[in-house]
């Protein structure tokens, strides 16, 4: 659901080729997401295993399988976008993102080149570049959003990096409104489940409630972006599907972070399931900076490192990306 009072904003994380011509469609049509977004994983699930592609992989004989990658990822983009153009010129969100190359992520110019080729390759205004919150990231962050290229910082897990980005975001702004022209937006997206994933089992044995831990971490980032008040960048939250063990309601990362000037990006059935939910639309944030306190001083107390948790969540999530990016090029060489 797209809440325009609010500002409160669903997006798919999801992208194939007949989903596009179908159901975002009709998503979009519905009001109930006005964005969409794709990683290495999810092209790597949609390349791999949809017969969709096969006709425009016949005619990409001969290519580099990166080249037939980015073949299928920009014709994918440039479709979603297509569809989303709606939303993006009645001044609602509209954006689907592209990330850049995994193996990028600690090559500044080489994400800027790459971030320009794909961007101007699709040639859509509403598309955003997807570069990770690294030390690299950051400078190519200003830089694209400095030449009017919208940015969807990704792998965001602490404080401190969405702070770095927050920076990086507002000063490519300030520079491209030197010179005027299009709309420039940039979205931090947090990622939420994967801390209670990692956690959970420890916090249930010390007795601290569970499932708690990526929604506070993810107050906290958003309590300190919202002081910034730049109505060009808001917080996306990210990986809030629900896995079957967790044994939580399967909208429980979209209810639990529904708020003002956010984004939530999730998976189609998580969408379907927050869209049945009759307290839809009822803000949860924001949290009060002494509970969320009180969660992470008791997690330091059985002896989590809540800065080690962060490294590990971000060099795992950079790893994952690569896995998925690699493996899907080796099937398509």
């Given amino acids: 659901m797209v809440d325009e009072n609010s500002g409160f904003s669903l997006w798919v994380d999801f992208i194939e080729r007949d989903f596009i011509k179908s159901k975002l469609k009709n998503m979009v049509e519905y009001g109930t997401i006005d964005g969409a977004t794709s990683n290495p994983s999810i092209f790597a ?15 990409l004989d001969g290519l580099t399988p990166k080249q037939k990658y980015e073949a299928l990822a920009i014709a994918d983009i440039k479709a979603a976008a297509d569809v989303l153009r709606e939303c ?11 990330e850049v190359d995994p193996y990028l992520s600690n090559d500044t110019q080489g994400t800027i080149d790459e971030g320009l080729r794909l961007f101007q390759a699709i040639d859509e205004p509403n598309v955003m570049i997807k570069v990770p919150a690294t030390k690299a990231g950051y400078d190519a962050m200003t830089e694209l959003m400095s030449r009017g290229i919208s940015v969807n910082a ?3 897990f602490s404080p401190e990096q ?8 507002k000063k490519g702004i300030d520079k491209f409104e030197q010179f005027g022209g299009r709309r420039v937006e940039g979205v931090i997206s947090v990622f939420v489940s994967r801390f209670d994933r990692m956690l959970d089992s420890k916090l249930k044995e010390a007795g601290i409630p569970t499932a708690k831990t990526g929604v506070l971490n993810a107050a906290k980032i958003y309590n300190d972006v919202a002081k910034c008040k730049e109505p060009a960048i808001k917080i996306l939250f990210a990986s809030t599907g629900v896995k079957p063990e967790q044994g939580l309601e399967k909208d429980y990362y979209i209810s639990s972070l529904c708020a003002k000037h956010s984004i939530n990006t999730a998976p189609i059935e998580t969408i379907e ?17 002494v509970t969320i306190n009180a969660h992470f001083d008791a997690l330091k107390n059985i002896g989590i490192d809540i800065q080690e948790v962060y490294n590990t969540l971000m060099q795992d999530g950079l790893k994952a990306f690569e896995d998925a990016f690699s493996n899907m090029l080796k099937t398509l060489e």
């Avoid at 699930?45 to 005619?59: C, D, M, R, V």
């Avoid at 993006?88 to 592209?98: H, M, N, P, Q, R």
């Fill in 88 to 98: 993006y010129d009645k001044g609602l969100e509209g954006f689907v993102s592209l």
């Fill in 162 to 169: 969405a702070q770095k980005t927050l920076k990086a975001m």
């Fill in 154 to 156: 990704t792998l965001v």
């Fill in 45 to 59: 699930n949609a390349i791999t295993k949809s017969p969709a592609y096969k006709e425009q992989l016949a005619e």
């Fill in 273 to 289: 399931a927050y869209e049945q939910n009759p307290n839809r639309g009822k803000l949860a944030l924001p949290i009060d900076m």
